[in-house]
């Protein structure tokens, strides 16, 4: 069983940065595969980017370029620096851990990221 505790999130001006930080407990945390997942009001959950247990990266076409994932795996966290935010980037950011074999996957709680001015 994995635990999964998203921070970091708040209200940002557009052009503005955040960094989200995904904590990871109850598990060996290096063979999960992590993802960033976000859903805004009245649309489907999407993904965002991805750090596999191997450490290669993916991101959403929408994020490339302002977005990246990286993770520590001494600190069990996976984390998300977000640039020149835009308020089409406003959602709820879900972290998401995969086992690379077994597949058995976890959610986090989700933490709000809104971009206004």
């Known amino acids: 069983q994995v635990q999964l505790v998203e921070s970091g999130g708040g209200l940002v001006q557009p052009g503005g940065s955040l960094r989200l930080s995904c904590a990871a407990s109850?598990?060996?945390?290096?063979?999960?595969?992590m993802g960033w997942f976000r859903q805004a009001p009245g649309k489907q959950r999407e993904l965002v980017a991805t750090a596999t247990n191997a450490g290669t990266t993916t991101y959403a076409d929408s994020v490339k370029g302002r977005f990246t994932i990286s993770r520590d795996n001494a600190k069990n966290t996976v984390y998300l620096q977000m640039n020149s935010l835009k308020p089409e980037d406003t959602a709820v950011y879900y972290c998401?851990?995969?086992?690379?074999?077994?597949?058995?996957?976890?959610w986090g709680q989700g933490t709000q990221v809104t971009v206004s001015s």
């Open positions: 109850g598990s060996i945390f290096s063979p999960y595969n």
């Open positions: 998401h851990a995969e086992h690379y074999l077994f597949k058995d996957h976890y």
